[in-house]
């Protein structure tokens, strides 16, 4: 499988493959850097929204959320969980808006798949004419110069009588500006067991070229990747939240 085919053929599992993701308190802290260092304003997208667990939980905050991903399965899940808020299929390199928005997230490491640094840089761009006066663009990323190739995350989880075990990984050669999510599923039943693999090419970056791209257009700061807590960066982690607002 390739081309994100576990996205779209199997959308139905994404749901599971993220059960151990922790999407309140994400969403909880969006809002509280929303709240220290925005406009105070409502108007909350959500890019490369998945099925919208985020969104589900910003509009418990009372945003109201719009959600864009480029995959139309995901969208139609979106929608039955989140029947209040918009949704539109659209690319996050490249969108435009009818009304400014406040607060624009981007979870889960989803400004990796602009793919290369010219998208990432019209990802960049599109959000910042999307945002209103003093709107914050709020997303996570990974220093290519931190990412240890021999480690990996896994999970299992039991759902309608099948065991489905899910793995990731990153991958980067170590130099250039490409690097690899590696992603797996293996479904088990009592009958047979079934295997999916796919590799996302994904742009890799520095955390400090990826300031140098963002600070033309917003002034950046940048926290651990703690979602319970908000302390800064310790310049040595290669986790970390950006917390960008619009000049």
């Known amino acids: 499988m390739s081309d994100n085919a576990l996205y779209t053929d199997l959308s139905n599992y994404y749901d599971l493959m993220c059960a151990d993701i922790n999407y309140q308190a994400q969403s909880n802290s969006a809002h509280r850097l929303h709240q220290i260092f925005g406009n105070s304003g409502k108007q909350h997208l959500d890019l490369a929204c998945g099925t919208g667990p985020h969104i589900h939980?910003?509009?418990?905050a009372g945003y109201q959320s719009s959600g864009l991903d480029i995959n139309q399965p995901m969208l139609d899940i979106a929608k039955l969980r989140c029947p209040g808020a918009r949704f539109?299929?659209?690319?996050?390199?490249?969108?435009?808006?009818?009304?400014?928005?406040?607060?624009?997230?981007?979870?889960?490491?989803?400004?990796?798949?602009?793919?290369d640094i010219k998208n990432l840089t019209s990802c960049i761009q599109s959000v910042y004419n999307s945002l209103s006066s003093g709107g914050v663009f709020c997303f996570n990323s990974v220093d290519k110069n931190h990412i240890d190739n021999s480690l990996s995350a896994k999970h299992s989880v039991v759902h309608d009588e099948s065991e489905f075990s899910f793995g990731s990984s990153w991958y980067y050669c170590g130099?250039?500006?490409?690097?690899?999510?590696?992603?797996?599923?293996?479904?088990a039943t009592a009958l047979q067991t079934q295997r999916w693999a796919d590799e996302?090419?994904?742009v890799a970056l520095s955390f400090s070229e990826l300031q140098d791209l963002l600070k033309p257009y917003f002034d950046v700061h940048i926290f651990e990747h703690?979602?319970?807590?908000?302390?800064?960066?310790?310049?040595?982690?290669?986790?970390?939240?950006?917390?960008?607002?619009?000049?």
């Open 175 to 187: 130099e250039g500006n490409k690097q690899t999510l590696k992603l797996s599923i293996e479904k």
């Open 57 to 60: 939980y910003l509009s418990q």
């Open 200 to 202: 996302h090419p994904m």
């Open 88 to 115: 539109e299929l659209g690319n996050m390199c490249e969108f435009n808006v009818a009304e400014p928005y406040d607060l624009i997230t981007c979870f889960l490491y989803s400004v990796h798949y602009s793919g």
């Open 226 to 247: 703690e979602h319970d807590k908000i302390i800064p960066w310790n310049q040595q982690s290669g986790n970390a939240i950006f917390v960008c607002v619009k000049k």
